[in-house]
């Protein structure tokens, strides 16, 4: 025939090869040109495989086709040719179904294959029917025709992509035997990039939520307790109260009834609410459910079993998510749960409204609406926090010009000359000099931290406690009670990471010994990984120490050298130059180390290799945890335990090197400067992360895809002109990492505002305004700029409780020493009670300070300009307990020292276990599951019994009808044929051979 000619033709279903799609040609069938031929062995087994169609449908059309790229034809033919059959996108909502616009796609597989330039005209669309068609590229059908226009259309691919797609063959086709529907695209506007479209019918749904242990909603619905009385009333009064900043979604009103939930059965269907089958399992169900196939689906070529994790880690596909339920903004766009959340949750113009949480876990799963609901909570309970931390401020605001130690301190008639602060070019300097700094650290540094630090001590608990009942509330709402079951059975799930590894190990055994037992990883399999994790945690533990330590040098070394400067303005800012630079330095180094650490952690966790997923994020978030709580808080810790307290005293000082004197304290204590490092690194940390990391990088990324796709589509005009699809959309999208990011940044923010609150109570404040911008940015982030992440159920939030829990009880011990040992409520309680001759403040700047002799100064540590203030000093004064000159044991630690030393250990000691029973007591009386909640869950399990005992009556019923109709059929037998009731029993049983209708 002519090379230009198209000819149709009917296969006979009888012919032996079936139907053949080739990749090089996209799509298009091809019929061999000598139908003599006979179909070699390896083409007949892929076609048996892959292409199992049913009876009525193996008659259809061929194209045959000689030269398709010679194929010529005016434009007004092509728009004939179009006009004849309708948009098959919109049939199908543009992605969101297979081509038939009936079957939803729940699942979307993505890879990447070699794209010929010939094959640009005419593109694949391969369809799988309802029974589970062909797989995705098959080998080519011999026959001269085929094997002329494969050489003339696509240069020969390597054997590694060769390899994926037999993998991907192999796979799919294993899908099918499951039960999956699938269908391919090709045809799309990303070049070299094809779909998978995963259905799952409702028999494989039915049959996956009986295994999962799927509660499902049943057709019996009881009423739901209410309050009365005068609670009744309250809560009407705050239902109106709070109307304003509920959101406008379905389920923001009460419930009243709620529907009895049981796990699905296929032989107890009649229980359940069948009565809108497209609608019984939602989207987020029905991707649960074929995830869970996939992952159990394997891949066995060349000895390896494969799921999709392994698939997806060695490139044979690229990605593997659920789809979006639609687009969120534009004209036109049909009502989704998408943009319902886009419009009440995930926009910063309702960051005063309550969150839909019912509808976040219906979107993304219990899982993802646990966190948010923790968060909400959390974000809830900082608001009491953040009114009494402002109230303790606006305390030390008032009180400051009543504070006699910084009235004393300002005075300049007192004329205290303090010691140098570094040897030579550091000259005597006036403690009024100081005076800020003095008053300052009182906003901080005063009575009501003291119960500030006892307050938040208990906010923790009782914030605890507020979670857990919540949580409880939501397990019940969720239908999660008596969800350990599936628990356990996901927690023995092994990872394919785990089973690749004893699969080497079986092998390797197996060459060596000829053992076939069953394979395991033991400890000694995985020494050399916890050898390789201890050696790396020390060394990153030590590496953030080093840090903090050429910080510490820094600070020293720069304030040696401003002090040179001859400008008294330069050198009364030097102290705060210096504390300034080096916080923002432990903020940039921080912030880095932060990124370093988590990549690390995690392949420190993969190479140890972790059997089942939850043991790999337990261990995962444990490791990230450590080095991330280092990396944050060891600045911290210096400043408020260390510094100051390894310094020595004129003539006798502590050098580093040799060369560098030890940092000391301000007159005022080192509170202050503990407050300004924690509000620093603790608002730099939420900004930077918040709009650097969370914002702009995302952004930026999705700006580089956005670039590298206009730079794609101005090569082909046709394929930019076609709307996309909805998994071409969401595959721009970001994949979705997992929550432990938030989490822990969440967790660390939690550490700022327990474990230093007494030095700083504005944190609550701060973390308040921070975790209201929070919250929509992550629900912005999850709707609009990630994939839709797999639903996972979790009936609460894993170790974060444990972790939470935790820092609660460590913040008691931390603050107890900050109280005591940073600032100075301990010593002028001592000196209050115990030296103070007028019972009041008075004299106490001067009783916290020694005298030195300047004669006394080693050689060489002199200040080079004694005469600096105007005055000759005999006499200067530094902050310690110690001996005076003249004293027999001179510059010796005085009994003074002793008695201070002994109030702030008895201080630790009782504060501790105060709080600490305190805190007990507080978790002690708040029950962990509300009343109401354990008699709705008691009553759910008595309505359950009553179901299936009338179902056991009805039964019963039924089958005592079926006997009298038995027996009454066979009386009726003996009276009509009495001469039957002699013979056989056999005989009689034609008698009883009716059908019954069950």
């Avoid at 809108?276 to 079993?305: G, H, M, N, P, W």
């Avoid at 979006?324 to 409204?353: I, M, Q, T």
């Avoid at 395991?520 to 790396?536: E, I, M, Q, S």
């Avoid at 940039?588 to 420190?604: H, P, S």
């Amino acid at each position: 025939m002519d090379k230009d000619e198209i000819h149709l033709r009917r296969l006979p279903a009888a012919a032996p090869w079936g139907p053949h799609t080739d990749s090089d040609f996209h799509g298009v069938d091809f019929l061999p040109d000598s139908l003599s031929e006979v179909p070699d062995e390896t083409g007949m087994r892929v076609n048996k495989k892959y292409s199992c169609l049913p009876a009525e449908e193996k008659g259809i059309h061929i194209i045959n086709i000689r030269a398709i790229e010679d194929i010529g034809y005016d434009q007004h033919e092509s728009t004939l040719l179009n006009s004849l059959s309708k948009n098959p996108d919109a049939d199908c909502k543009y992605g969101l179904y297979f081509r038939d616009g009936k079957r939803k796609v729940d699942y979307i597989l993505v890879y990447h294959y070699k794209k010929s330039s010939a094959g640009r005209t005419l593109t694949r669309r391969a369809q799988h029917n309802d029974a589970g068609a062909r797989g995705a590229k098959q080998d080519p059908l011999p026959g001269k025709g085929v094997q002329m226009e494969m050489g003339e259309s696509e240069p020969h691919t390597d054997c590694h992509e060769d390899d994926k797609r037999f993998r991907r063959e192999e796979y799919e086709g294993n899908l099918v035997e499951a039960g999956l529907e699938l269908e391919h695209d090709e045809d799309t506007k990303i070049h070299g990039v094809g779909f998978v479209k995963i259905h799952a019918p409702w028999n494989v749904l039915c049959r996956e939520a009986e295994f999962l242990k799927l509660k499902m909603p049943t057709k019996k619905m009881y009423q739901i307790n209410q309050t009365h009385g005068l609670l009744k009333k309250i809560n009407s009064v705050l239902q109106k109260i709070t109307e304003p900043i509920q959101p406008k979604v379905a389920e923001r009103k009460p419930q009243t009834v709620k529907r009895l939930s049981y796990p699905f059965s296929r032989e107890k269907q009649h229980l359940f609410d069948l009565s809108d089958r497209d609608s019984f399992f939602d989207s987020k169900t029905r991707s649960t459910i074929v995830y869970e196939i996939l992952k159990r689906t394997t891949c066995t070529k060349a000895k390896y079993s494969m799921g999709i994790t392994s698939l997806l880690a060695n490139g044979v596909y690229s990605a593997a998510y659920p789809l979006h339920d639609g687009d969120y903004e534009g004209e036109n766009v049909e009502p989704n749960d998408r943009k319902l959340l886009c419009e009440e949750w995930a926009s910063y113009g309702v960051f005063y409204k309550y969150q839909p949480i019912d509808l976040v876990r219906k979107y993304f799963g219990e899982k993802i609406g646990l966190y948010f609901a923790w968060l909400g909570v959390y974000t809830q309970m900082l608001i009491p926090a953040s009114i009494v931390g402002i109230i303790v401020f606006l305390y030390g605001c008032a009180t400051v010009d009543e504070n006699i130690p910084s009235m004393e301190m300002c005075d300049q008639r007192n004329n205290i000359t303090m010691c140098p602060l570094c040897d030579r070019t550091c000259s005597y300097w006036k403690m009024s000099s100081a005076c800020a700094t003095a008053r300052a650290s009182h906003l901080f540094d005063n009575p009501a931290t003291v119960f500030f630090s006892v307050f938040m001590a208990l906010w923790a608990a009782t914030f605890m406690e507020h979670w857990k009942r919540k949580q409880m509330r939501l397990n019940y709402r969720w239908d999660l009670t008596g969800f350990e079951e599936e628990e356990e059975a996901v927690k023995a799930h092994p990872r394919a990471e785990y089973e690749a590894k004893v699969l080497e190990k079986s092998l390797r055994k197996e060459h060596k010994h000829k053992e076939t037992d069953k394979e395991k990883l033991t400890w000694k399999d995985r020494f050399p990984a916890y050898l390789t994790n201890f050696v790396g945690i020390i060394f990153m533990v030590g590496l953030t120490f080093a840090i903090v330590f050429g910080v510490i040098i820094y600070r020293i070394s720069t304030a040696a050298a401003l002090a040179i400067s001859a400008t008294p303005s330069g050198r009364s800012s030097v102290r705060v130059t210096v504390t300034a630079t080096a916080v923002i330095i432990n903020l940039v180094v921080i912030i880095f180390l932060d990124e370093v650490y988590g990549c690390i952690a995690r392949w420190l966790t993969q190479i140890e290799v972790p059997k089942t997923d939850k043991n790999f994020e337990e261990r995962l978030i444990f490791k990230a945890f450590l080095l991330k709580f280092v990396n944050a808080y060891t600045p911290i810790f210096y400043v408020a335990f260390f510094k100051g307290r390894f310094v020595g005293r004129p003539g006798d000082y502590v050098y580093i090197f040799h060369s560098f004197r030890m940092e000391e304290c301000a007159p005022g204590g080192c509170l202050m400067e503990l407050c300004i490092q924690l509000s620093i690194i603790m608002l730099g940390k939420q900004l930077i992360q918040n709009n650097l990391f969370e914002i702009g990088i995302p952004k930026m990324k999705k700006f580089i895809r956005y670039m590298k796709l206009k730079r794609r589509r101005s090569l082909d005009h046709e394929e930019h002109m076609k709307k996309k699809q909805r998994y071409e959309v969401d595959y721009n999208l970001e994949p979705f990492s997992g929550l432990t990011p938030e989490y822990m940044e969440m967790i660390i923010q939690f550490g700022f505002v327990t474990l230093f609150v007494a030095s700083f109570p504005l944190a609550p404040l701060f973390a308040l305004l921070n975790n209201i911008i929070e919250i929509r940015l992550d629900a912005k982030k999850f709707v609009t700029e990630l994939r839709r992440p797999v639903a996972v159920r979790a009936k609460d939030i894993g170790i974060w409780y444990n972790i939470l829990r935790g820092i609660g009880k460590l913040a008691v011990i931390i603050n107890a020493f900050v109280i005591s040992f940073t600032s100075d409520f301990i010593p002028r309680l001592v000196y209050l009670y115990m030296y103070s001759e007028n019972g009041t403040m008075h004299g106490f700047v001067n009783h916290t300070l020694s005298s030195f002799n300047v004669s006394d100064f080693q050689a060489g540590t002199a200040p080079n300009d004694p005469m600096e203030l105007g005055y000759e000093v005999q006499i200067c004064r530094y902050k310690d307990y110690r001996e005076p000159p003249w004293s027999e044991n001179k510059y010796d630690i005085s009994k003074d020292f002793w008695a201070v030393l002994a109030a702030r250990l008895a201080f630790v000691i009782v504060f501790q276990n105060l709080v600490m029973f305190m805190s007990d007591f507080v978790d002690w009386i708040i029950p962990d599951i509300p009343k109401d909640i354990s008699q709705q869950i008691h009553k759910e399990k008595v309505l359950m019994v009553e179901v299936f005992m009338r179902e056991e009556q009805g039964k019963l019923q039924m089958l005592e009808t079926w006997k009298d109709k038995d027996k009454k059929k066979g009386e009726n037998c003996n009276n009509h044929s009495p001469r039957l009731s002699l013979s056989h029993s056999g005989s009689l049983s034609s008698c009883h051979s009716y059908p019954v209708d069950v």
